[in-house]
């Protein structure tokens, strides 16, 4: 398996593009499993598509795309991505098209939601996921996550409006993805709002028979601006959980930082940082 990240919040120091790529608060990966091209996720707004452009990618050679939640910064380039490919479904779970919003610094609630109409525009391209499924042998995606680690306190700025009623985001509408290859398992899960930990514990439990070779997503620890965003007793509870799953972490955007520095003390090896521009077989 080959990934490349097309947009993230920062550049990678090794990237031959670095200085013509474009960074922004999101994420979207580009990954080759067995002969298929996949897009997860597709940032903010087209600079993903810009960038893979630079980066050698033709995205109208995707074969299947995933939105790993209902949020702006991971679906705002998806009518560049459906402008440039005119085959690949885009996987989606259903609950993704209901409003979603945040809670700004200085109080403000702002809309962050995928935009509907665009979807609708689109609706042959749309399949939508409401319980696990298989998509293809060896690749599955799995929602509906359980909360046995506690999920990140950055959440409680995030809400949605269900039924005509404002509330807590319940991230329902939350995936995330599982590759099976090199008789092991790679889990992308995109934000983590859930827990990182809750995802994979899930995943593992589906598929109790082969081991976590690496996980690739950001861990919603932090707020804008890369500050630490939940406090020192939960990041050492999330660091000594990761280290018991015993894998492979690559992380970014909703990461931070400063929280990646103090995690990766912990985790000699096994802590990766993915930016804007690196790529890398696994």
């Not at 013509?20 to 499993?33: A, F, Q, V």
């Not at 998806?78 to 609950?95: G, M």
């Not at 827990?195 to 690739?216: D, I, S, T, W, Y």
């Not at 995690?263 to 993915?274: N, Q």
């Amino acid at each position: 398996m080959k990934f490349a990240v097309l947009l993230e919040n920062s550049l990678d120091n090794l990237s031959k593009q670095r200085e013509s790529l474009k960074t922004d608060h999101g994420l979207s990966l580009y990954i080759e499993w067995k002969g298929r091209r996949i897009l997860f996720d597709t940032g903010p707004d087209s600079s993903f598509a810009m960038n893979a452009e630079k980066m050698g990618i033709d995205l109208s050679l995707i074969d299947m795309a995933f939105l790993s939640h209902g949020h702006s910064d991971h679906s705002g380039g998806l009518e560049e991505f459906f402008r440039q490919n005119s085959k690949a479904p885009l996987y989606l779970h259903r609950e993704a098209l209901i409003p979603h919003y945040s809670r700004k610094a200085d109080g403000r609630i702002v809309p962050i939601g995928v935009d509907p109409v665009l979807l609708k525009r689109y609706e042959n391209r749309v399949r939508f996921i409401d319980e696990n499924q298989e998509i293809l042998p060896g690749l599955d995606v799995f929602e509906n996550i359980p909360e046995n680690f506690p999920r990140p306190m950055t959440n409680h700025n995030l809400f949605m409006k269900k039924n005509g009623q404002m509330g807590p985001d319940d991230f329902r509408h939350e995936i995330v993805l599982s590759l099976e290859e090199n008789a092991g398992i790679y889990i992308i899960t995109g934000c983590s709002h859930t827990g990182v930990v809750n995802m994979v514990n899930l995943v593992k439990q589906k598929k109790p028979e082969l081991p976590v070779q690496a996980v690739l997503g950001g861990f919603h620890i932090y707020s804008r601006g890369g500050k630490a965003a939940v406090t020192n007793d939960y990041l050492k509870s999330l660091t000594d959980a990761l280290k018991a799953l015993d894998t492979d972490f690559y992380t970014g955007h909703c990461t931070g930082e400063d929280n990646f520095r103090k995690i990766e003390t912990s985790l000699p090896g096994k802590l990766y940082r993915m930016n804007t521009g690196c790529s890398k077989v696994l």
